[in-house]
């Protein structure tokens, strides 16, 4: 039994889906033509929306630009050397956090009833924890569009100017710009570069 559980492998992913995820999936810079339907983000958006949020408060927002006048006006609120590929790409999402989160906190935590109005009186709470989830759902959102065949490009955007052009009236904060594209012939012109290994990145005590 002991030699068993020693041979068997670290990873409970196989291979293919361990490259597909990370080892060879790329941040993408130039894209497919193919289309990004919205059934396939809906898809994408309901298996990781199952990802752990800060009690639960899932607040991650998106607003899906796909028309060439939508796209525009986006264009126009992301930095010059972001400009071509956010022109360029099948459909962009631009990432938010919702402050407003405690509004759905009947329905994300029916099991303490008074969340709701204990996250009422503090904004400033609000913001930190929205940030921090939201932040953390962008990962999660990143290799779930790789799990669907699809390859992201996280990029900044200039979040006043987005904010004040796309959530005016939702107050949702944007963080993120995020191409999407299918990975099929999506790629990138960067070469690949290193990264830290655990040893430079874990202190273990
Ligand atoms: C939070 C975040 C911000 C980024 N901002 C930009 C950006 O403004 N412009 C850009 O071209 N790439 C941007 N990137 C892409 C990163 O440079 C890229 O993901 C990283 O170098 C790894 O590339 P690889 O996945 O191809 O190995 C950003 C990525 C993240 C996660």
Redesign the pocket.
Known sequence: MTDTVLEAPVLAIDDATADRLFRT?????TFAEAEVTDEQLAAVYDLVKWGPTAMNTSPLRMLVVRTPEARQRLVER??E??RE?VANAPVTLVLAYDTDFHEHMDVLMPHNPGARDMFAGDAGARAEMARTSALLQ?GYL?VGLRAAGLAA?????TYDQIDAEFFAENGWKGF??VNVSVADGAD?T?P??P?LGFDDAAQVI
């Open positions: 999936a790329r941040t993408v810079t992301v930095p050397g972001n590929r962008a990143i490009g996280p990029m900044h955007g993120l710009v990138t960067r690949r570069a990264r």
